[in-house]
């Protein structure tokens, strides 16, 4: 597994009511790729098909040239494809130690499952204190990071995170955004990161995809879409 | 007060039987988001299973083993040939399609097995032991009482400790997050439905023969009862079973002892519109989230 990603003319619709058009682009392995546009503009429904959640109407998608859409969202996570979701999606009856041991289940056993839930206590030491802490528990940058290191310790190949920095303080976004390149770096993943916070998605991304309203409209090198004003100035709100 | 020892220990020993069979409604309520009303007509068939091996092989380990086992097997079938195909838009149409099982599973009984009480033989004699010459347990209610404590204990062990417990929660608390992480939900919720069964089928056959006997009515009020302690615990909390259960068992035959049989199901549906009233989450109810 490398972890290229491929979209192919992907469209996806709710109730016979199109969100996605025809949304093509591929992601090379280790890439960090910032998918960006408004609310409404289909990002949350393009990670969501991504992983099985939402059926799409048309179109391919393709990790390591293996045809995902034939695929149950369990078997694709199994295939090394893990979505970090917005809002709420660590286990809040469950502790910090079992959320982690939850996400490694199918890929380590025994003692290496020890040992993978105790790099991740490493790579976000705030959670080590919270162990035992129920997931309802946590404040909001806890629960990230947790859900963050969840993702991370079934060593996917590509890591898809919906808005990891919504209704959290700047300074807890930067060093989430840092734990987050740094990890990517660290583990050649592949990242598709949908983000409304357009400066910090981009100060860590390769390349930027923006939407509106369903549809491609701007595919490019990071630095050069933050430089675009009138792509800026038009779907980016800045 | 040798009277009140024996009606409090005999009420624990049915009261272990009522949390079993409550803590079998909880495993549904946690799998499948469902109030199984049909778990007490899948336990019936399940102890028909058990009365005709025990009858013809003379064990009632045999008879004990295979309706366990039949339990399993007939939650495998509701859950995969019924259940999974009933729509989830709506708990109702669940609920619903369990009545209708009920019904025709009771009718099935009826027209198979007849209607008429056929007596279920205890293991143990039923006669209490004296202690210092006051009655206190019989032997039978000693085994209802150590199995089923026992089974509770496997199953908080197998549902804390073991990576499948660990699944069923994760499962029942949040399916989508857990398909996400790989977790197998639909295999989850039919192994809920097995473990739920198979622990419901324990129950009846534990009480059935402390009863009148078997009839394709017999565990309606198994039902009512252990409705009502999954209730008054909280549908999501197997502590609550198993306190709700003690609970009940003592009331039930405190109640019974001191003013009648008759008056015991009142009682008990008295408790049940009082907590529904006061804390209708049950009193062993789910926390509540901290929000920022």
């Known amino acids: ?238 | 007060m040798d009277r009140l020892l024996f009606l409090f220990a005999t009420g624990l020993a049915r009261g272990a039987v009522f949390a079993l069979f409550a803590l079998s409604l909880v495993l549904i309520w946690r799998a499948a988001r469902i109030i199984n009303f049909a778990q007490g007509a899948m336990a019936l068939v399940a102890t028909y299973l058990a009365f005709a091996v025990t009858g013809l092989t003379g064990s009632y380990a045999a008879g004990l083993a295979a309706g366990i086992l039949g339990g399993a097997a007939i939650g495998w079938a509701i859950e995969r040939g019924v259940m999974r195909h009933a729509p989830h838009s709506t708990p109702l149409a669940g609920v619903i399609v369990a009545i209708g099982l009920v019904m025709v599973l009771q009718s099935l009984l009826g027209i198979v097995f007849g209607p008429q009480y056929r007596p279920m033989a205890a293991p143990f004699d039923e006669t209490p032991i004296f202690l210092g010459g006051v009655p206190v347990l019989s032997p039978y209610d000693l085994f209802i009482l150590v199995v089923a404590l026992g089974v509770m204990g496997l199953l908080a062990v197998l549902f804390t400790r073991t990576s499948l417990g660990l699944q069923l929660r994760a499962s029942a608390f949040a399916p989508e997050v857990s398909r996400m992480l790989g977790v197998r939900v639909d295999r989850m919720v039919t192994i809920g439905w097995m473990l739920s069964a198979a622990v419901a089928a324990l129950a009846a056959l534990l009480l059935i023969p402390t009863e009148l006997g078997l009839n394709p009515h017999s565990t309606d009020m198994l039902f009512v009862y252990a409705f009502t302690v999954a209730v008054v615990g909280g549908l999501d909390s197997p502590v609550g079973a198993l306190v709700g259960g003690l609970t009940v068992g003592v009331v039930i035959s405190l109640v019974t002892g001191y003013l009648g049989s008759t008056v015991a199901p009142i009682g008990v549906l008295v408790l049940l519109v009082v907590v529904l009233l006061v804390r209708p989450g049950g009193v062993f109810s789910m926390r509540e989230a901290r929000t920022a």
Do not use: C
């Not at chain 1, 204190?129 to 806890?142: I, K, Y």
């Not at chain 1, 991304?205 to 100035?233: C, S």
């Open chain 1, 1 to 238: 597994m490398t972890g290229a990603l491929q979209i192919e003319a992907l469209t996806v619709g709710y109730g016979g009511a199109p969100v996605l058009h025809d949304v093509s682009f591929a992601l090379a392995p280790g890439e960090v790729v910032a998918l960006l546009g408004a609310n409404g503009a289909g990002k949350t429904t393009l990670l969501r098909t991504l992983v099985g959640l939402v059926a799409a109407t048309a179109g391919t998608l393709r990790l390591d040239a293996g045809d995902l859409r034939t695929l149950r969202t369990e078997e694709r996570a199994r295939r090394g494809l893990a979505l970090v979701p917005d809002g709420q999606s660590v286990v809040a009856e469950l502790t910090v130690e079992e959320n982690l041991h939850l996400g490694a289940l199918w890929r380590h056993r025994g003692r290496a499952r020890t040992r993978a839930v105790d790099e991740i206590f490493t790579l976000f030491a705030p959670l080590a204190r919270r162990r035992d802490s129920a997931g309802h528990q946590l404040s909001g940058g806890e629960r990230q990071m947790l859900a963050l290191g969840r993702a991370l310790i079934a060593e996917p190949v590509v890591l898809a995170l919906d808005e990891p920095s919504l209704g959290l303080a700047p300074l807890v976004v930067a060093q989430l955004m840092g734990t987050l390149r740094e990890a990517a770096r660290q583990r050649g993943l592949t990242v598709l990161l949908a983000e409304q916070n357009v400066t910090s998605a981009l100060s860590i991304a390769d390349r930027g995809v923006v939407l509106d309203l369903g549809r491609i409209v701007a595919d490019a090198p990071a630095d050069q879409l933050a430089a675009d004003e009138t792509l800026r100035h038009a779907y980016l709100g800045f």
